[in-house]
């Protein structure tokens, strides 16, 4: 239905003016007001130094301002590019001299590590209105993000995925899963893991809300279990080791459940598939986050010997 990601958003913003498009425990953001933010956020990008196809660094942790910053480097036709507080300074420099960021976007007040001093530095926090700059047509065929491997098997590599890879992985994703305006998603994955990439996607092409947590709620179980349940999120995505520890707790408003990165634990797969939709997801950052994604039945025996 559009070309580019974020395209797709605005079109939801036009369809579901009040939906909310971000929920916290202390906000709430509709796609209107998101779509309204994300471009005046896009061009105060432009004008502190974001270029067309350049990577824009983003040093975050988990945080509920991530959405609304890749989507704004989206819009500026720029390129996402994510900085995981606490990576080891020798990796940042790597990647930062390997990527080649114009700009370097810190939230929430985290300081800059030594290999990124260099960089010129945007915090939205302190964010000035700016004269209305034209945001660019950005095509299918350009860059919209970078991920780096691991670099377990020697160096890492940058995956550049282009808008056309990742807005097909959204709707793909968002269509397998069968996620529409009634749902809600905690937003749970490292923003240096495409899990997190293609669960934004999917719930923000469909006019889904999500709903981010930082590592400290990921850290609390209690925590999170309560999330799930006082809000009413209908689909987490969780590695199969997270799942487990929720001891198989029941969570009436869940629809769906999908587990990535891991094999999914047959006794999980056999308490969870009797009572909503399980998927496993597989598929490296090098083929835009997702290689196969399958329902699991209860009687699945093709699994993880784990229990």
């Known amino acids: 239905p559009a070309d580019t990601f974020h395209a797709a958003f605005s079109l939801m ?33 432009l004008s502190a130094g974001a270029l067309r196809g350049r990577a824009v660094g983003v ?32 990796r940042l420099r790597f990647m930062c001299e390997d990527a080649d960021p114009a700009l370097l ?15 010129p530095v945007f915090r939205p926090e302190n964010n000035k209105s700016v004269a209305k700059i034209s945001l660019p047509n950005v095509k299918a065929e350009e860059a919209a993000y970078i991920l780096y491997t691991s670099g377990s098997s020697g160096t ?64 609390d179980l209690a925590q999170i279990k309560e ?3 006082r809000f009413g999120i209908t689909h987490i995505t969780l590695p199969s080791s997270y799942l487990r520890l929720f001891n198989r707790t029941h969570f009436p408003s869940l629809k769906s459940l999908m ?6 634990l047959a006794s999980d797969v056999a308490h ?10 597989y598929g490296p950052t090098e083929n835009t986050g997702a290689t196969s994604i399958g329902m ?12």
């Open 156 to 219: 890492p590599k940058g995956v550049v995925i282009t808008h056309r890879g990742w807005n097909n992985l959204a709707h793909a994703v968002a269509s397998k899963l069968a996620i529409d305006e009634t749902d809600s998603l905690l937003l749970s994955a490292s923003p240096s893991f495409d899990g997190w990439v293609s669960d934004l996607g999917m719930c923000w092409v469909k006019g889904a809300a999500v709903f981010p947590v930082t590592r400290d709620q990921m850290n």
């Open 13 to 45: 913003a036009r369809r579901y003016q009040d939906h909310p498009a971000l929920i916290s425990k202390t906000a709430k953001i509709s796609y209107q007001a998101m779509d309204d933010l994300t471009d005046i956020l896009a061009r105060s990008l």
């Open 227 to 229: 999330t799930i349940a």
């Open 259 to 264: 587990t990535v990165g891991e094999p999914p």
């Open 296 to 307: 699991l039945s209860p009687q699945a025996t093709v699994l993880d010997a784990g229990t």
């Open 59 to 90: 040093l975050t942790e988990r945080s509920v301002n991530l959405p609304q910053t890749a989507l704004a480097i989206f819009k500026a036709g720029a390129v996402y590019f994510p900085l995981t507080v606490g990576l080891p300074e020798e």
């Open 105 to 119: 976007v810190v939230l929430d007040g985290h300081p800059v590590p030594e290999p990124l001093a260099h960089l």
């Open 272 to 281: 969870y598939a009797k009572k909503l939709a399980y998927y496993n997801g």
